[in-house]
């Protein structure tokens, strides 16, 4: 089933943005990195557009491309400390910017896997399908990264917050 171009990025721009909004950690990079996805997608559309999954070979480069930034970034900016400054205190707003600031601390396949099960919706299945890993490997990915969430967000420790992901373990 091919569909065009335009209705895909209609479609999915989104929730694209939404990922790399969390891969990223900065609505300019997340973007640039949507930008940057779309651009290498369209260029390969024909055979994107008759795969089986053509939202997950998009998936798929933006998680190259987010990888290969941050290890480029990695590279040329050495990491201080002081990079994470207080909140403000807003209800949700700060934290979702505290839950951000977090996920930019995990390893960045412990990251990914986060953002495509909680962001994306996507099964263990189908995660280990987009990264080519195993399910078991996704599943201990998700475990670690959801127990370093709940040490440095301590509103993710509270009872009333673990309900909804204690069947994901």
């Known amino acids: 089933m091919e569909t065009d171009f335009e209705g895909f990025v209609a479609a999915r721009a989104g929730a694209l943005f939404r990922g790399a909004l969390v891969l990223t950690g900065n609505r300019e990079a997340a973007e640039d990195l949507v930008q940057e996805t779309l651009e290498r997608a369209c260029r390969k559309w024909r055979r994107i557009a ?24 990695r590279r040329t900016v050495p990491d201080r400390g002081d990079r994470v400054a207080p909140g403000d205190e807003y209800g949700q707003v700060d934290s979702r910017d505290q839950l951000v600031r977090a996920l930019q601390q995990l390893p960045m396949r412990m990251r990914t896997v986060v953002v495509l099960r909680y962001f994306h919706d996507l099964s263990d299945a189908e995660i280990a399908a987009d990264l080519d890993i195993s399910p078991s490997t996704v599943r201990s990915q998700l475990a670690r990264g ?20 204690e069947g994901v373990r």
């Open 50 to 73: 008759v795969a089986d999954a053509p939202d997950a070979y998009v998936r798929r480069i933006m998680v190259n491309l987010a990888n290969d930034r941050w290890r480029r970034f």
């Open 146 to 165: 959801i127990d370093k969430l709940r040490s440095q967000i301590p509103a993710l420790s509270s009872p009333s917050s673990r309900q909804p992901t």
